[in-house]
């Protein structure tokens, strides 16, 4: 199993960016989804997580409103829309994959991690 994340870079604030994790050697629409960031000096948390159909989505309390998950399970291929990013979302984004069908908010519910994308958002 492969999860390749793409999409970081340097933004200014209340810009936007749409990350994307694509998948290979599973079967997609069999796991469910989600993404981590970790920033400089602090422990990697969970920020958004969607179920194997696209039909449940859950988000931590800071981004609720301003980011959004979605798969494409034709493209096998999760992303994650950022709007109105702000200074303190600087961070290295991780997709992450399992089988299941709920969803999953915990670093160990996960059984696979992509490599991280990097987010900087500038004051």
């Known amino acids: 199993v492969q999860l390749q994340a793409s999409g970081g870079g340097l933004v200014q604030a209340g810009g936007s960016l749409r990350l994307s994790c694509a998948a290979s050697?599973?079967?997609?629409?069999?796991?469910?989804l989600g993404w981590f960031r970790q920033a400089p000096g602090k422990e990697r948390e969970f920020v958004a997580a969607?179920?194997?159909?696209?039909?449940?989505?859950t988000y931590v309390d800071s981004v609720k409103g301003r980011f959004t998950i979605s798969r494409d399970n034709a493209k096998n291929t999760v992303y994650l829309q950022m709007n109105s990013l702000k200074p303190e979302d600087t961070a290295v984004y991780h997709c992450a994959a399992r089988s299941g069908g709920y969803v999953y908010i915990h670093e160990y519910e996960y059984g696979y991690w992509g490599q991280g994308t990097l987010v900087t958002v500038s004051s």
């Open positions: 050697g599973l079967t997609f629409n069999s796991y469910a």
């Open positions: 969607i179920t194997r159909s696209g039909g449940s989505t």
